[in-house]
T-cell receptor
């Protein structure tokens, strides 16, 4: 499982509250990603990181921010949660197998419900 | 940016039959194409991938083919078994993209005993 954990695994929160999801990896991978998964939409990239303090936006970044202050942790924050952010959130890492590969492996996911 | 289309969205086969899932991509610079299997309530799991310098790759009952000219790639599962039932996602990675993947919307494969 590429040493990836996510916390919490399940969370119910109210509209307007801030929420932070944590992704933790133990194998010193450089690249980390946050996706959301919704029925009919597949996996959509929210933000990604290519090193400590180096982050960039994905295709659905509005309403989300991220931080990576150390290699092993990548945090996703919903500043003011909305019902449209109810989703399953997956963290992923890229594992360099050989030059040009960079396979991605996923964490177990966090199910977030915003009421 | 990259756009990946995946078909069909649902596929039902009898045990022992073959299943084929097709994807097209838009960015001719894309160079890496993985396939993921996701069982209900689980994380997506990488099952096979192919790079742009290869036309076909096999791993036991699964194979992936790539046609760079037509910008499409396919997943082939032979001798399907009930445990192959899952959602399958294709993805494509554009060159120089910080290794970001763009995913198709998924295919729900049901293998009937």
């Amino acid at each position: 499982d590429a040493g990836i954990t996510q916390s919490p695994r399940h969370k119910v929160t109210e509209t307007g509250t801030p929420v932070t999801l944590r992704c933790h990896q133990t194998e010193n991978h450089r690249y980390m990603y946050w996706y959301r998964q919704d029925p009919g939409h597949g996996l959509r990239l929210i933000h990604y990181s290519y090193g400590v303090k180096d982050t960039d936006k994905g295709e659905v970044s509005d309403g989300y921010s991220v931080s990576r202050s150390k290699t092993e942790d990548f945090l996703l924050t919903l500043e003011s949660a909305t019902s449209s952010q109810t989703s399953v959130y997956f963290c992923a890492i890229s594992s360099l197998q050989d030059i040009g590969s960079y396979e991605q492996y996923f964490g177990p996911g966090t199910r977030l419900t915003v009421t | 940016g990259e756009n990946v289309e995946q078909h069909p969205s649902t596929l039902s086969v009898q045990e022992g039959d073959s299943a084929v899932i097709k994807c097209t991509y838009s960015d001719s610079a894309s160079n890496y194409f993985p396939w993921y299997k996701q069982e209900l309530g689980k994380r997506p799991q990488l099952i096979i991938d192919i790079r742009s310098n290869v036309g076909e790759k096999k791993d036991q009952r699964i194979a992936v083919t790539l046609n760079k000219t037509a910008k499409h790639f396919s997943l082939h599962i032979t001798e399907t078994q009930p445990e192959d039932s899952a959602v399958y996602f294709c993805a494509a990675r554009s060159g120089g993209s910080n290794y970001k993947l763009t995913f198709g919307k998924g295919t729900l494969l049901t293998v009937n005993p």
